[in-house]
């Protein structure tokens, strides 16, 4: 996949982001500075706090999934106890376990549920924003594998990450402005902006791929 990478000035990011978080009482001119007018019903639904508790459960739920895949794979590969006790323990074993995954349910839903929380939607658009006002104009176009990429909250569900999760839960529910706007910018996923290295000013950007000419 395509994508660019430019410059930014960090500071300029870091006070655009401020300022765009300082609107949360007028949701109009947020919506306006965002340029999602349509989108206002959402923005005002966004700036309301929340609870997303959600996702430490679902994430409890994930790790579990996670366990007991990581459990069917050892004993597939002879690295548990089963391999001791011969080739039906082993067949016994793998079907508790196969039963047991099955009865965690789908890991679509929780991902699903947390993207389209208004306020979710809202801080992406902010971030994207702030990073569209501080870029200094030397985008290249950059060509790279999708599994190098970094998304962290992406990440934080495919591992059931609990200590980045209670992280993004306390930003999540805080009143829109005092949300940090540095974890705002580093650690969360714009809808066009990927990465932002504050200390480098280098942020990545989803793009088309280029036309041949």
């Not at 004993?75 to 016994?92: C, H, W």
């Amino acid at each position: 996949m395509y994508i660019i990478t430019a410059t930014f000035d960090a500071d300029a990011a870091f006070a655009r982001t401020a300022e765009l978080l300082a609107l949360a009482e007028s949701p109009e001119r947020l919506a306006e500075r965002l340029g999602i007018t349509r989108e206002l019903p959402v923005v005002k639904q966004g700036v309301q706090q929340a609870s997303f508790r959600r996702v430490l459960t679902d994430l409890k739920a994930i790790k579990k999934y996670v366990d007991v895949r990581q459990q069917i794979e050892d004993v597939k590969n002879g690295k548990s106890m089963m391999r001791f006790l011969g080739e039906g323990f082993k067949d016994k074993q793998l079907a508790k376990l196969e039963a047991e995954l099955a009865k965690c349910g789908s890991l679509i839903d929780a991902p699903e549920w947390f993207y389209q929380q208004p306020r979710v939607q809202l801080l992406s658009a902010i971030r994207d924003c702030a990073l569209d006002g501080s870029q200094q104009g030397d985008a290249v176009w950059t060509e790279v594998e999708r599994e190098k990429l970094e998304f962290p909250i992406a990440a934080m569900f495919e591992t059931a990450d609990t200590v980045f999760a209670q992280q993004l839960v306390t930003q999540l529910e805080k009143p829109l402005k005092d949300t940090d706007a540095r974890f705002l910018l580093e650690k969360f996923e714009g809808h066009r902006s990927i990465s932002f290295d504050f200390d480098k000013g280098v942020a990545m950007y989803y793009t088309p791929a280029p036309a041949n000419d």
